[in-house]
């Protein structure tokens, strides 16, 4: 008699009610172990793995990129079924995989639960399992949990550069156009896509956004940087970017001028004792603002290595809804890019975003010698601003404060 057990899909977040099913990885009728991968979902904000509740034979109910409510039933797994005789040749192991059973990892946490990508990794990284704490489902350990206690492990020297904060994605494949075509083709837009899409309206419509313009003198972040850069990497294990000073400058201004760093909720005015600093992150599905909590108590290194975790998971579709959630004020980074000159949309209900932008080197009178013209490194800066809770005056301060700190990097370690 049939045992059955529904494969339904997780909730991502409490303000998630629907996700897209992915491509299956195992065919309807396929053996399949528990705890094996079964498909990625994608929500409106992050990717989420599903797993086989049980060993048994598939039964797929629902159809790869449709939408599916959270807790739906989209496969069954009849789990009386006999296992078919050679049907772990079916899924061919690697060198590592094979060598589980023996490697210091599986040895060490035999019943450490993990998802299949995470503890493929572990085992070929030599990471042992009982010592990562897992962030999943019932403290299941995930991928990004091995890539953390990867980093963490990892030599200094062996460290990888620096992930820029909004680095460009990997284009898509794109099909070859025969030259005079005029076809056409459509493609479902990506959850995250039509979320971004709605969100942009919506921070259109509810806000009334304006922005203001600066202009930094890149030369002695640029210095600092050349100057200690191969130190800092060897101590850290990471680059030292852009990004870090931005961020602590961002900070202290919001520090400063603390209506920056507020909401308008209602009638009132909901002010913040933090800085929970957002980081606008480019991939091939669109673009994510995951937070980076406290920021104005983190070090220099820990922005730059918590960028970088951030851009990495990003485009493996491994952030989580928590921490794309929550942040008071967003950095964005289009100079990557090119841009010289952009006016960021604001992320509501937060009330400012900094948006950076490309360096370049322009004549402009030397600030040692009034009078002369020197070619200095110069960034354009904007601030885009929600004029119902912030006034003229406070956002050209607000953004003349970062341009302060980081044209006099000692500012900020000085904490003026």
């Given at each position: 008699m049939a045992q059955i057990?529904?494969?339904?899909?997780?909730?991502?977040?409490?303000?998630?009610?629907?996700?897209?099913?992915?491509?299956?990885?195992?065919?309807?009728?396929?053996?399949?172990?528990?705890?094996?991968?079964?498909?990625?979902?994608?929500?409106?904000?992050?990717?989420?793995?599903?797993?086989?509740?049980?060993?048994?034979?598939?039964?797929?109910?629902?159809?790869?990129?449709?939408?599916?409510k959270?807790?739906?039933?989209?496969?069954?797994?009849?789990?009386a079924a006999s296992k078919p005789a050679g049907s772990g040749a079916a899924r061919p192991m690697g060198t590592a995989a094979a060598a589980a059973a023996k490697s210091p990892a599986a040895e060490a946490a035999p019943n450490q639960k993990a998802t299949p990508t995470a503890r493929k990794m572990a085992e070929e990284h030599g990471i042992s399992l009982a010592g990562v704490q897992g962030s999943g489902p019932a403290g299941r350990v995930t991928r990004a949990d091995v890539e953390g206690a990867m980093g963490k492990h990892a030599p200094a020297e062996a460290a990888p550069s620096a992930v820029p904060a909004a680095a460009a994605p990997k284009p898509a494949p794109v099909p070859a156009i025969v030259p005079g075509s005029r076809g056409s083709r459509r493609e479902k837009m990506p959850k995250i896509r039509q979320r971004i899409a709605e969100r942009l309206l919506e921070?259109?419509?509810?806000?009334?956004?304006?922005?203001?313009?600066?202009?930094?003198?890149?030369?002695?972040?640029?210095?600092?940087?050349?100057?200690?850069?191969?130190?800092f990497e060897k101590k850290h294990g990471i680059g030292l970017?852009?990004?870090?000073?931005?961020?602590?400058?961002?900070?202290?201004?919001?520090?400063?001028?603390?209506?920056?760093?507020?909401?308008i909720i209602g009638d009132e005015i909901e002010y913040h004792d933090y800085c929970d600093v957002a980081v606008a992150v480019g991939t091939d599905r669109g673009l994510v603002v995951p937070v980076l909590r406290n920021a104005d108590a983190m070090s220099f290194a820990q922005v730059e290595l918590a960028v970088r975790d951030f851009a990495t998971r990003a485009r493996d579709g491994k952030l989580t809804v928590d921490e794309m959630t929550g942040g008071t004020f967003t950095v964005s980074n289009g100079g990557v890019y090119g841009s010289l000159m952009a006016t960021p949309i604001l992320n509501p209900p937060q009330s400012g975003i900094l948006g950076m932008h490309a360096i370049k080197?322009?004549?402009?009178?030397?600030?040692?010698?009034?009078?002369?013209?020197?070619?200095?490194?110069?960034?354009f800066i904007a601030l885009s601003y929600d004029h119902r809770i912030i006034d003229g005056a406070e956002s050209v301060g607000f953004l003349k404060h970062i341009k302060d700190c980081v044209e006099r990097p000692e500012r900020l370690l000085l904490g003026l």
């Amino acid at each position: 008699m049939a045992q059955i057990t529904d494969v339904k899909i997780p909730s991502p977040g409490e303000s998630i009610t629907e996700v897209r099913l992915g491509q299956w990885k195992r065919g309807d009728g396929d053996w399949v172990e528990k705890d094996e991968l079964l498909n990625e979902i994608e929500s409106d904000k992050a990717t989420l793995e599903l797993l086989a509740p049980a060993a048994g034979v598939l039964r797929v109910k629902a159809e790869s990129g449709s939408d599916q409510k959270v807790g739906a039933a989209v496969a069954q797994i009849d789990t009386a079924a006999s296992k078919p005789a050679g049907s772990g040749a079916a899924r061919p192991m690697g060198t590592a995989a094979a060598a589980a059973a023996k490697s210091p990892a599986a040895e060490a946490a035999p019943n450490q639960k993990a998802t299949p990508t995470a503890r493929k990794m572990a085992e070929e990284h030599g990471i042992s399992l009982a010592g990562v704490q897992g962030s999943g489902p019932a403290g299941r350990v995930t991928r990004a949990d091995v890539e953390g206690a990867m980093g963490k492990h990892a030599p200094a020297e062996a460290a990888p550069s620096a992930v820029p904060a909004a680095a460009a994605p990997k284009p898509a494949p794109v099909p070859a156009i025969v030259p005079g075509s005029r076809g056409s083709r459509r493609e479902k837009m990506p959850k995250i896509r039509q979320r971004i899409a709605e969100r942009l309206l919506e921070s259109q419509q509810t806000t009334a956004t304006l922005t203001t313009f600066n202009e930094v003198d890149m030369t002695e972040v640029m210095a600092l940087r050349a100057k200690h850069k191969e130190a800092f990497e060897k101590k850290h294990g990471i680059g030292l970017g852009l990004m870090s000073f931005f961020v602590k400058a961002a900070c202290s201004a919001l520090r400063a001028y603390p209506r920056v760093n507020a909401f308008i909720i209602g009638d009132e005015i909901e002010y913040h004792d933090y800085c929970d600093v957002a980081v606008a992150v480019g991939t091939d599905r669109g673009l994510v603002v995951p937070v980076l909590r406290n920021a104005d108590a983190m070090s220099f290194a820990q922005v730059e290595l918590a960028v970088r975790d951030f851009a990495t998971r990003a485009r493996d579709g491994k952030l989580t809804v928590d921490e794309m959630t929550g942040g008071t004020f967003t950095v964005s980074n289009g100079g990557v890019y090119g841009s010289l000159m952009a006016t960021p949309i604001l992320n509501p209900p937060q009330s400012g975003i900094l948006g950076m932008h490309a360096i370049k080197k322009r004549a402009v009178e030397d600030p040692d010698h009034p009078g002369q013209i020197a070619l200095r490194p110069m960034m354009f800066i904007a601030l885009s601003y929600d004029h119902r809770i912030i006034d003229g005056a406070e956002s050209v301060g607000f953004l003349k404060h970062i341009k302060d700190c980081v044209e006099r990097p000692e500012r900020l370690l000085l904490g003026l």
